[in-house]
């Protein structure tokens, strides 16, 4: 079945630094989501990337779309301690969601 | 109502017993998912209901998972005979039902076997 790996599982960032996590399908995917989970909480969604190459901005997250559409990539500059949690994304051909393990962001002041 | 509720918030259980856990969606959302999520790890797809069709239940573990959705309302996730491995945060989800639209979370039920 279609599976999704993230990578890195943990990533420790100096406040101020830029970062970036990256997700990989095993098969080609119609969209990615991603969402950002806060300790504790639920997860939250962020984004969708439907087309090859979708390059889409949020503030200081950029979200990207492999050409192949079996990749993506979220990039945070200039990372606060907001940015504080667990970001999944979440790859689909119709409505079932293959999610990634996360990868887990902690911030040093 | 404002968001996807889910009741329990916490469930504590003895090994063999059976446990159900509830979940509201947000009114008008005709598509429900539940994940279950182990401690640091991802989502695990369960079960899937849309509208009135037949719910996709290939990723229920077993057979003592079931689920079950009135309508396009509430919906109970059940758990016979519980054993200490279905320890985990279950997740409820529910979105307006189109194919990759946002799914909207609930708080999570955290089923603890002990």
């Known amino acids: 079945g279609q599976q999704v790996m993230q990578i890195p599982q943990y990533q420790h960032v100096q406040e101020g630094e830029d970062f970036t996590t990256y997700c990989n399908s095993s098969t080609t995917l119609s969209n990615i989501q991603w969402y950002k989970q806060r300790p504790g909480g639920h997860p939250v969604f962020l984004i969708q990337?439907?087309?090859?190459?979708e390059v889409k901005k949020q503030k200081r997250l950029t979200f990207q779309f492999g050409e192949a559409k079996k990749n993506s990539s979220l990039h945070i500059t200039a990372t606060q301690t907001t940015d504080v949690g667990t970001y999944f994304c979440?790859?689909?051909?119709?409505?079932?969601?293959?999610f990634g393990a996360g990868t887990t962001v902690t911030v040093r002041a | 109502g404002a968001g996807v509720s889910q009741s329990p918030s916490n469930k504590v259980t003895e090994k063999g017993k059976d446990v159900e856990l509830r979940c509201d969606p947000i009114s008008g959302h005709t598509a429900l998912y539940w994940y279950r999520q182990r401690l640091g790890q991802g989502l695990e797809f369960l079960i899937y209901f849309q509208g009135n069709s037949a719910p996709d239940k290939s990723g229920l573990p077993s057979d003592r998972f079931s689920a079950e959705r009135t309508g396009e309302s509430v919906s109970t996730l059940t758990i016979q005979r519980t054993q200490q491995e279905d320890s985990a945060v279950y997740l409820c989800a529910s979105s307006e039902g189109l194919a990759g639209v946002e799914q909207f979370f609930g708080p999570g039920t955290r089923l603890t076997v002990l």
């Open positions: 990337l439907v087309k090859s190459g």
């Open positions: 979440a790859g689909g051909n119709d409505y079932k969601l293959s």
